[in-house]
């Protein structure tokens, strides 16, 4: 049987490998025949000393890891991995385009490194347009070591037509989710672009709507790591996507994702979630999701539990809501009588794998507001 599998999935994969210069890749870039997806580059992230090192890495000659790209129809590249060091290259050059403008990026000036300290404040070229170092103190690479850098060579992974279009977005998500930059959420947004940028949009427009940010409360460094898209991702995936039990949760909302965004059904989800965020906030407001004592008085945060037991009870049973005679005060005493249930405390035990809680919230929330 694994014998099978392999040779069936690899079938799906069609690649082929290159040794290309920077100098040629950049080219490449510059002409429209290597490119970045603007929200990809919003992810690009590298301090000043990981560019720095990367140079430095150059110049020694030490060998750098691969990039992969997908061959799109029009034979473009559509760059999967290597983003950081790519675009580090194309900044550090002038080259780098910005990802909402597309108007060139200021280049960057160096700092020390541990066995180049001279490459602090070098530049590719003395620029007035390097605002954090004086053009004064700009120390311009000579030609001899710009065309050392062009001339080094990097290996292209190339994952080729006719692979199955599918086998991109897994390539993109394996060969990214062990960075350190781009959190899950992150990476799901990109594959979501990748697959239907229609659907990524709908999703960004309903993580702003006005009672859902109300009820998850979240806070700015929560928006800025993507909690809110996560927490909008997970209710699609988990409203509409029966979960079987076996994948890990976040591949499960991966793969979920997927095929939401591939069949694109956006009316139906819209009014399931619109409906369930505005009966929760006006019945509890950004106290809905958070733990009650006895006299309904809320405390803590919100939390995942809480949200896939009342949230997504809420949206599996929203036909039948919508039939009593006041929604709202049956969500709210719902909601009021479920923390004075004794099996709720199954759903918070610490160190709970997340397969097991959700198949235990998930039911217990479809059932809760079914009566």
Known sequence: MLKNEIENAARLVKTDAYQMSIGEI???YKEGDILINPDFQRLFRWEIGQKSKLIESILLGIPIPSIFVFEREDSKWELIDGLQRISTLLEFMGELKDATSSEQKVPSALVATKYLPSLNNAVWEISDSITDVPASEQKQLDKAEQLSIKRSRISVEILKRPSDNATKYDLFQRLNAGGTTANPQELRNCITIMINQEYAQFLKRMADYVPFRSV????????????????????????????????????????????????????????????????????????????????????????????????????QNIDFIKTKTDPIEYVRARISNFWTQPEIDQFFVPGLRGTIRIQRTLSFGKDWFSQ
């Open 26 to 28: 950049v080219n490449m």
């Open 216 to 315: 998850i409360a979240a806070s700015e460094d929560q928006i800025e790591k993507q909690k809110h898209l996560e927490y909008v991702s997970r209710f699609m995936v988990y409203t509409f996507i029966p979960y079987n039990g076996k994948l890990d949760v976040e591949e499960y909302i991966d793969e979920g994702v997927v095929q939401l965004a591939q069949k694109a059904e956006m009316s139906l989800a819209e009014e399931v979630f619109n409906l369930t965020f505005e009966y929760l906030n006006n019945a509890f407001g950004d106290n809905s999701l958070r733990r009650m004592q006895e006299g309904g008085t809320p405390y803590g945060r919100v939390g995942l539990a809480a949200f896939e037991c009342l949230a997504i009870g809420i949206a």
